[in-house]
């Protein structure tokens, strides 16, 4: 018995790695040619641009990865929602009011979605926004120069997750909330959830010029949880479409007690009326407390103001508005097709893929085919909204993006693969293994009316094997595909960096002309500017000490300081003076509790020190900047408190 069993055991084995082996073989034996073709097409030669940028998010860094493709290169992580000692944003003073919320100063979040700004259904690569899901916010980056210009909190909001998306003519950036929570806050008993928790979806406006980022409603929606969320676009423009999943309204062990109803909703909002309605005065102020947080590029510097109520609207208040579509199965992506007709709810416990038709949504909604409602919002039949499905196409359906041309590619976590699809015959056409369990894929574009069909991007949770082990902590992986042919080809892995959710990509030409090169000092707005060398001072208000330092290749102006003492509160303010491309100065002080300062040419920061200790303390440049680098260094003399040497600064006197 034991040994037929060992028997049994050893054939399977032995099956099992001979079978590897021959696959092992046949991928090897191909992988010659294929490896050869496919490292042409990811090559970038040296000194040569990529194609596209890719903007990943970093997930649980808080921050935003810049890349190029094809050749999957890391060219700069953009600190938004979390410190970043490398170049000191949420440390330096001007930038600590980028971090503030209601909650107090906020130095982390998870952000998931980069969206890029819309001109007429194309990506216009003015700014790029991203959500914050843990303290809920939105925040804006300037893709001139890369910099975080501008986060709002978003009250009334729990995991913002079903964030952040623009309109097609980035009128709105909509944030939804995936926790519901009591609205507004109050001290009440969990299990009262049902009925009494409450779902916002918040519809930020954009300032066409400015980009200015302002709340100018909340749709106080059931107590759902709202997951992914797309604009409508062409022929949908005007609507939002979100997916939600616990629409069984449980609060506890939702791994069972969410999955129960066979289906749940995407829930369709026709923005373009409820800005009607509030613009002829409809909905009502509720007080709320949030934070607007703007970055000044001729100040270089943060303001933070804090909000305090916000205009909300029952959805039962504006008829028409907001109509719900039934979609199996807890649906994760929710994703509309370059035309605006095809809404993509991705189930994952669903074995098949539901597509709905806005013309059959519009026709239904005229016909008033309702099916109950909830909560007084509409229902529609799920026969007279749907346009077909994708069947059994893989197993857990998360994300759909779209090439253009007529194809969309779907990420299947469970069966760990890539799925491209045609849109209109729904009928399956290739489908490529992720390594492994894939969660977003991106086509540049893939979220407007005008995709750019050439690669896409697989972004993986889990690693394991691709790479060298790193001990039990690796980065994740992302994959690229070439999607011009019929069939897709694997060209490329490379780490990306925190947990990627979404990323954005964008032809590298509609953004490397407006990159900008410098600070122009002449600009330089800054409240303790040093604009001329003959400014450098430093003065006493107390124990408070500011020194207005300068930088330039390759010394500091001052750099001695004497006079300083233990128990000063000391604020280096410096302007670094050269009006260069990429020659950055770095400030570092012996015992500053905070990080470096990385300052661009022409631009002024601020770091604080409080000396603890007496002597002489040096301080640095970190960024070699010159063959005198290393020389570009001084001294702060710290005396005792009650200590009666005289505040003096000079620079080469000896
Ligand atoms: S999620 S892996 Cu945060 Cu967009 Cu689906
Ligand atoms: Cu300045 Cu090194």
């Not at 060219?75 to 919320?101: A, C, D, H, R, W």
Request: aromatic letters at 12%.
């Amino acid at each position: 018995m034991k040994n037929s069993i060992l028997y049994i055991f050893s054939l399977i084995i032995s099956a099992s790695f001979f079978s590897c082996n021959n696959s092992e073989n046949s991928k090897n034996g191909d992988r010659g040619a294929l490896a050869s073709s496919a490292a042409e097409k990811v090559y970038v030669a040296p000194g040569e641009h990529d194609d596209f940028y890719a903007f990943i998010s970093g997930g649980y860094s808080g921050n935003l990865t810049v890349y190029g493709l094809p050749s999957g290169r890391m060219f700069k992580e953009i600190p938004v929602f979390s410190q970043f000692p490398t170049s000191g944003y949420g440390y330096s003073e001007e930038t600590k009011p980028m971090l503030n919320t209601s909650h107090g100063f906020i130095p982390w979040d998870d952000s998931h979605h980069p969206d890029i700004s819309q001109t007429e259904g194309k990506l216009d690569g003015r700014w790029i926004f991203i959500n914050g899901n843990n303290t809920p916010r939105i925040a804006k980056i300037d893709l001139k120069t890369f910099e975080t210009t501008e986060i709002i909190e978003v009250p009334n909001s729990a995991g913002n997750h079903s964030s952040s998306f623009v309109t097609e003519n980035t009128e709105y950036v909509v944030a939804g909330t995936r926790f519901s929570v009591p609205v507004p806050q109050q001290d009440m008993p969990i299990n009262e959830y049902k009925g009494k928790f409450k779902g916002t979806l918040s519809f930020i406006s954009v300032a066409p010029e400015t980009g200015r980022m302002n709340i100018k409603f909340q749709l106080i929606m059931p107590g759902f949880d709202y997951d992914l969320s797309h604009p409508g676009r062409g022929k949908s423009h005007g609507w939002f479409f979100f997916t939600t999943y616990n629409t069984e309204e449980a609060n506890t062990l939702l791994e069972v007690n969410a999955s129960q109803n066979d289906k749940d909703f995407i829930a369709a909002v026709n923005w373009k009326k409820i800005e009607e309605y509030v613009n002829n005065g409809g909905g009502k102020m509720m007080p709320a407390e949030y934070a607007h947080n703007v970055y000044d590029d001729h100040t270089h510097t943060a303001t933070s103001t804090m909000k305090k109520e916000v205009l909300t609207v029952d959805p039962t208040e504006v008829p028409g508005a907001v109509f719900l579509l039934p979609t199996p199965k807890s649906p994760h992506g929710c994703d509309v097709d370059p035309s605006g007709e095809y809404i993509i709810g991705n189930g994952k416990l669903s074995a098949d893929l539901t597509i709905h038709s806005f013309t059959k949504m519009i026709d239904a909604i005229e016909n008033k085919r309702f099916d109950g409602d909830a909560y007084g919002i509409p229902i529609l039949k799920f026969e007279d909204v749907l346009a077909g499905t994708v069947k059994q196409a893989g197993l857990g359906p998360l994300h759909t993006e779209f090439d253009g041309k007529g194809n969309a590619y779907t990420t299947f976590f469970i069966s760990s693969e890539l799925v491209k699809w045609n849109v209109e015959t729904q009928e399956v056409i290739d489908r490529q293994p992720n390594y492994y369990s894939v969660g977003h894929v991106m086509i540049p574009g893939g979220n407007s009316a005008h995709p750019f069909g050439k690669y896409a991007v697989s972004m993986n949770k889990i690693t394991k094997d691709r790479y060298l082990p790193t001990g039990p902590e690796l980065e994740h992986s992302a994959q690229l595909f070439d999607i011009s042919g019929d069939k897709m080809e694997l060209l490329l892995d490379f780490p990306t960096h925190g947990e990627p959710h979404y990323a954005a990509g964008i032809p590298a030409e509609i953004i490397k002309e407006n990159s900008q090169k410098i600070y122009k000092l002449a600009e330089n707005k800054h409240e303790y500017a040093t604009i001329a060398n003959g400014d450098a001072r430093v003065e006493r208000d107390g124990n408070e000490v500011h020194v207005y330092m300068t930088m330039i290749r390759s010394h500091f102006t001052p750099d001695n300081i004497e006079g300083i003492k233990v128990g000063d509160k000391v604020y280096f303010h410096i302007t670094n003076h050269e009006q260069d491309f990429d020659v950055p100065h770095g400030f570092a002080m012996i015992g500053a509790n905070n990080a470096e300062l990385l300052i661009m040419p022409g631009q002024t920061k601020t770091l604080t020190w409080e000396p603890k200790k007496v002597g002489v303390w040096p301080f640095y440049c970190t960024d070699f900047c010159s063959a005198l680098h290393q020389e570009m260094q001084g001294y702060i003399r710290v005396s005792p408190k009650d200590s009666n040497i005289d505040l003096s600064w000079s620079l080469g006197e000896d």
